[in-house]
Each structure stands twice: as structure tokens, then as C-alpha cells.
């Protein structure tokens, strides 16, 4: 049985393609009729995802395993309240400058949209946990980043891309789209979210 999450349960309007960056805050009244579901993931911890991007990732997943490659949750939605607990947890452990650049202020994270999840990988009976182990072989997860768009989801912040997104290169960050032609041709293009809005924005402005 699925568990079903909202604050309102209103008929879903999920924007898919909402931008959510260090310089742009989620809106408050995105919560309203967000449908969450709860998924299981790395150590069977229970995390809740966006309730289309669920179903996709859980597609991803079997696509995933079938070229040789386990996928697993490992972080996936976070309230406000969360993200504010997280940035004082790094802040009070490693300092406050390695806080303001890893970890995203409260209110600015991906993560609040549900439609952001991070992924751990099992690749030659090794599982890839440690973010640093993930970033050097980062490579052996091509062919998961290849199917990616098939199911509407994209490598969220691409490396050499850190000033438009405002993050570092993030390998397990992947995002959903929710249409799998847009989720194609940003990857094709090799650009990030915020470009694709910014061609948006200006083509719809000139037509």
C-alpha cells in the first residue's frame, strides 16, 4: 500500500519544470496539493518522493538494474524545517563556510520540490556510497546518466556548470522533469535547468 502525503488534497498541480536554486526560493503555495509517497531506499531507510517521480524513478530503476547497475535512494524530500536542521548540523560540524557552500539555505533546496532525489549505486557488487568514491567514478555511471531523459529525469548540476546553478557537480543528483523530450533535449545539449528556462523565457517573449 502507498502512502499518500499532502498538505492539501487538492488535484495535483506539480509544476515539473519549477526552478528551485540558491537564487531562487520555492514557493509557499507549492506545498498546496503536492502528493508525496513514501519509497524505500539505501539501508531500507523510507524516504518520500513527488508521486509521479516515484513511479518514474522506481522505472528507472528496473532499467538501471537490467544493464548491470543497482540503483537506491539515498535522500529525496526535505521540508523547510529539515533543511534548516541539516545547514545547522554542517554549520555546528564543519564550519559555517563549508556550510553556506554545501549545503543549500532553508527554503532554497531542490530537495523541498520532491522532484530532486539523490542515488547510491551498486556497480561490480561495490556499492558507491561516499560522495567523494561517487565523484571519482563517476564515470562508471554513464550508462545510468544515458537513460536518464527516458524517464523524464536529468544530471542536475553538471560540472562546469557551477556558477549557473550555484552548486558543485553533484554525480547522485538527479532531477525530474516530467517530460521525457524536455529531459532529452537538455541532455543532449548538455545544459543545465537554468539555461533551458532562460531559452524558454526569452522564445516565448519573442513569439
Not at 502507498?2 to 540558491?22: A, E, F, Q, R
Not at 547522485?172 to 521525457?180: A, E, K, M, S
Not at 532529452?184 to 517573449?205: F, M, P, V
Request: aromatic share 12%.
Amino acid at each position: 500500500m502507498i502512502k499518500i502525503y499532502g498538505t492539501k488534497m487538492k488535484p495535483c498541480l506539480t509544476d515539473y519544470l519549477i526552478l528551485v536554486n540558491p537564487f531562487h526560493k520555492i514557493p509557499e503555495d507549492y506545498f498546496d496539493g503536492l502528493e508525496l509517497v513514501e519509497m524505500r531506499g539505501y539501508d531500507d531507510e523510507v524516504f518520500r518522493v513527488e508521486k509521479e517521480a516515484a513511479q518514474q524513478f522506481c522505472k528507472l530503476q528496473k532499467a538501471a538494474a537490467e544493464i548491470g547497475i543497482e540503483i537506491l535512494l539515498s535522500s529525496a524530500y526535505r521540508s523547510v524545517e529539515k533543511q534548516r536542521a541539516i545547514k545547522e548540523e554542517f554549520t555546528a560540524e564543519y564550519g559555517e563556510d563549508y556550510a553556506e557552500r554545501f549545503v543549500a539555505e532553508p527554503g532554497y533546496s531542490e530537495h523541498h520540490t520532491g522532484l530532486a532525489v539523490d542515488f547510491v549505486a551498486e556497480i561490480g557488487g561495490r556499492w558507491l556510497i561516499d560522495s567523494k568514491e561517487i565523484i571519482e567514478r563517476a564515470g562508471e555511471l554513464q550508462p545510468v546518466y544515458d537513460i536518464l531523459p527516458k524517464y523524464g529525469f536529468i544530471l542536475r548540476y553538471l560540472k562546469g556548470k557551477e556558477e549557473i546553478t550555484g552548486y558543485p557537480a553533484e554525480p547522485w543528483h538527479i532531477r525530474y522533469l516530467g517530460d521525457p523530450e524536455i529531459a532529452t533535449y537538455i541532455t543532449a545539449k548538455g545544459i543545465t535547468l537554468e539555461e533551458y528556462k532562460d531559452y524558454e523565457h526569452r522564445h516565448s517573449k519573442e513569439n
